[in-house]
Nanobody, 130 residues
Framework: EVQLQASGGGSVQAGGSLRLSCVFS????????MGWFRQAPGKEREGISC????????YYRDSVKGRFTISSDNAKNTVSLQMNNLKPEDTADYYC???????????????????????WGQGTQVTVSS
């Protein structure tokens, strides 16, 4: 059974930092992309960062580039998202998800297309106050 467990959310002031972690287990394949998504109240879900398992290629939404860093620790089955210089507009519920994109063909991969992702963890809430 595939399981993803996100944690690390909290409340911080603008300019502060948080580190989100996604611990996963039961993945049936070792070639995948692990993404972080967020959804703010009244807004659509958006993908913000992604890392591939085989070559650890990383992707970032423009709004978080230079502030967020995604990393993976395969030994610990963990993908982390270091979030620095947080802004009030980063306030949202954050989710991790896994996409077994090679099963669709390697040319059919979009790191922030949420509908492609196969399994999702529960959200962890991030609140940034000004």
């Amino acid at each position: 059974e595939v399981q993803l467990q996100a944690s690390g959310g909290g409340s911080v002031q603008a300019g502060g930092s948080l580190r989100l972690s996604c611990v996963f287990s039961g993945l049936p394949f070792d070639d995948y992309a692990m993404g972080w998504f967020r959804q703010a109240p009244g807004k659509e879900r958006e993908g913000i960062s992604c890392i591939t398992s085989k070559n650890t290629r990383t992707y970032y939404r423009d709004s978080v580039k230079g502030r967020f860093t995604i990393s993976s620790d395969n030994a610990k089955n963990t993908v982390s998202l270091q979030m620095n210089n947080l802004k009030p507009e980063d306030t949202a519920d954050y989710y991790c998800a896994v996409d077994f994109f090679p099963l669709r063909g390697l040319g059919n991969f979009s790191p922030f297309r949420g509908d492609d992702y196969d399994y999702w963890g529960q959200g962890t809430q991030v609140t940034v106050s000004s």
